[in-house]
């Protein structure tokens, strides 16, 4: 069992700048506390890793890219690392952040259940803006997922988002010299080529969950939720979806009570589809279209629909590392959004939603980067089958605690 005791006693001074004030979160992997720098009287959020995982030599070597990862872009869409080190004398490193008030999107959907699509589209937007700098700079974040989308407000109230948590993010050019690598990310959002463990993987696997976190926000729930509820292990879990969405998207949210434009699921065919090479070139591009796709705003259905025909599924084989599954974000934190004023992007005459065809609650919990709030709450806006047989199963992370209990993940029993 790893120890989770927080690291850190209220009052010590890290390397001499970073008082600590109180210990935001502790996970499976390190804690996160709110510190003061004394240099410049501001508050920050510090990340540790625990002593037990910090005896861990991969996620140590993680932990110690997250801050040149995150420190090398350069966006307001992406959480700000501002200083690294390594504590004496255990030698335990650690960075600083910019300290978040807001909410996170995980938070947002326990909440409310599902977003309106004006809201939907303009957090995206940002998203995908951050996103192309992310990839710009040839990295590839890898567990990009509500949770990681985080909400905060700008001095005048407009809606800002930032992406967080690099922990197992990956460069480009470092994936391209390795013949294996481990499936690292949340199952419910990651690509098919990160559940075979597959080493040339790029910016489009994070395209891929932008498509899945999409889907969940204006329905209320993962599309690959039922699949997880049904799975009797992680590995059928990897086998079920390995070759992308087999119903279509609006059939499924149909089912949830929710009617989406019949054009979503020519966009959601393309932001998911199981080869990258069939996806979206870029997230802007990619979220354009989710715009023209909407049209309509989904509404509340009185009834259910009917399932969609299953596409054939290919051959491919899931790799063995497909059951190391959790490699867990730290943190979940709860404020009301503040108000925002949608700034939508520039749209093209026309726009190909779909890829040429291949050749043959509480109502606040704690959260890791942020200050809690006590804002009053806002109304929302308007505006050939086959089966692999699975190795012997290791032992799945453990997981992190959390303070927002309404739906628990079925892959938590996996």
Request: with cysteine.
């Amino acid at each position: 069992m790893i120890d989770t005791t927080p690291l850190l006693p209220e009052g010590t001074l890290v390397c001499e700048r970073y008082r600590v004030v109180r210990c935001l979160k502790t996970g499976a992997m390190g804690g996160i506390y709110q510190v003061l720098d004394v240099q410049t009287d501001r508050f920050r959020a510090l990340k540790t890793l625990l002593p037990d995982a910090a005896s861990d030599e991969d996620l140590q070597r993680r932990f110690e890219q997250e801050a040149v990862v995150a420190g090398r872009v350069r966006s307001e869409h992406v959480v700000a690392v501002t200083d690294s080190g390594a504590m004496s004398p255990s030698g335990a490193r650690f960075l600083v952040m910019e300290l978040l008030e807001g909410v996170d999107l995980g938070v947002l959907l326990r909440e409310r259940g599902r977003l309106e699509p004006d809201e939907v589209v303009e957090i995206l937007e940002q998203a995908a803006r951050g996103l192309e700098r992310i990839h710009r700079e040839g990295i590839v974040h890898r567990d990009l997922k509500p949770e990681n989308i985080f909400v905060c407000a700008r001095d005048d109230g407009e809606r800002l988002v930032k992406i967080i948590d690099f922990g197992i993010a990956k460069n480009i050019a470092s994936l391209a010299t390795l013949k294996t690598t481990r499936a690292l990310g949340t199952p419910l959002y990651m690509a098919p080529e990160q559940l075979t463990g597959d080493a040339t993987i790029d910016a489009r696997a994070d395209l891929h969950a932008l498509g899945l976190v999409a889907y969940a926000l204006l329905v209320g729930k993962p599309y690959w939720l039922p699949e997880a509820e049904v799975a009797p292990s992680a590995y059928a879990f990897c086998n079920a979806v390995i070759d992308g969405p087999k119903e279509a998207a609006t059939t499924r949210a149909r089912r949830d009570g929710v009617e989406l434009p019949a054009a979503f699921d020519a966009w959601f065919a393309r932001a998911v589809a199981a080869r990258p090479e069939d996806r979206f070139e870029s997230a802007e591009e990619q979220i354009a279209g989710l715009v023209l796709a909407l049209g309509d705003h989904p509404a509340p259905l009185p009834q259910a629909g009917s399932l969609a025909e299953p596409r054939p599924r290919s051959s491919r084989p899931v790799a063995a590392v497909a059951v190391a599954l959790g490699v867990v974000a730290l943190g979940l934190v709860a404020m009301e959004p503040k108000p925002f004023v949608a700034a939508r992007m520039r749209l093209p005459d026309s726009f190909p939603l779909v890829a040429p065809p291949a050749p043959s609650s509480p109502a606040t919990s704690a959260h890791p980067l942020v200050e809690p709030s006590s804002a009053p709450p806002r109304a929302p806006s308007r505006t050939s089958t086959r089966r692999v047989a699975p190795p012997p199963e290791p032992a799945l992370p453990s997981a992190e605690p959390s303070s927002a209990p309404p739906r628990r993940d079925p892959l938590d029993d996996l």
